[in-house]
Antibody, heavy 119, light 105 residues
Framework: QVQLQESGPGLVKPSETLSLTCTVS????????WSWIRQPAGKGLEWIGR???????NYNPSLKSRVTMSVDTSKNQFSLNLNSVTTADTAVYYC?????????????WGQGTMVTVSS | QLTQSPSSLSASVGDRFTITCRAS??????LAWYQQKPGKAPKLLIY???TLQSGVPSRFSGSGSGTDFTLTISSLQPEDFATYYC?????????FGQGTKLEIK
């Protein structure tokens, strides 16, 4: 079955760049939309943005100036960079797959990775 | 913006449970529902307002259109106690409701 696994540093200093990678196993990354979503502790879900396997992207306007996403189809991976982080960026970060019939509903999720922004 | 009500609710096994999700502007039928348990990723239950995701029990159902939507669980089971989120799929950014926490009475 399809599985997603987030990886990256669990601790990032303020003003630096948060970098995460999502590795897709069990299926090809091609022909799907892939998103990042985050969730601060005890709070709700925030969609960060999505990337298609062609490389086209769509970011949440609230984060657009700081976000870059990329995809590496040869490695079946996609990535998130969030620059100039502050403590407000501390959250669990999830990668997720867009549903084949409804690309902005997320049918497969990674387990999530906690990222803390702190000096 | 999506507003869920109630924010939290206590119920018993076997009860019928309904959550409302209201959109600040019309989103046609572009709405999904998720279930999230503590320490776990959300799980897609329903998309396109009423289409059950594969493997989701038939006691879950969704309805609505435009600005008002509901998620109903016909008879609560012990494994249904969780937090539920709606999400609009109509336009970017694809926002979520604030969540409804369902607790055991």
């Amino acid at each position: 079955q399809v599985q997603l696994q987030e990886s990256g540093p669990g601790l990032v200093k303020p003003s630096e760049t948060l970098s995460l990678t999502c590795t897709v196993s069990g299926d090809s990354i091609n022909t799907y939309y892939w998103s990042w979503i985050r969730q601060p502790a005890g709070k709700g879900l925030e969609w960060i943005g999505r990337i298609y396997t062609s490389g086209s992207t769509n970011y949440n306007p609230s984060l657009k100036s700081r976000v870059t996403m990329s995809v590496d189809t040869s490695k079946n991976q996609f990535s998130l960079n969030l620059n100039s982080v502050t403590t407000a960026d501390t959250a669990v970060y999830y990668c997720a797959r867009g549903h084949v019939a409804e690309p902005h509903a997320f049918d497969i999720w990674g387990q999530g990775t906690m990222v803390t922004v702190s000096s | 913006q999506l507003t869920q009500s109630p924010s939290s609710l206590s119920a018993s096994v076997g009860d019928r449970f309904t959550i409302t999700c209201r959109a600040s502007q019309g989103i046609s039928s572009y709405l999904a529902w998720y279930q999230q348990k503590p320490g776990k990723a959300p799980k897609l239950l329903i998309y396109a307002t009423s289409t059950l995701q594969s493997g989701v029990p038939s006691r879950f159902s969704g309805s609505g259109s435009g600005t008002d939507f509901t998620l109903t669980i016909s008879s609560l089971q012990p494994e249904d106690f969780a937090t539920y989120y709606c999400q609009q799929l109509n336009s970017s950014p694809y926002t979520f409701g604030q969540g409804t926490k369902l607790e055991i009475k």
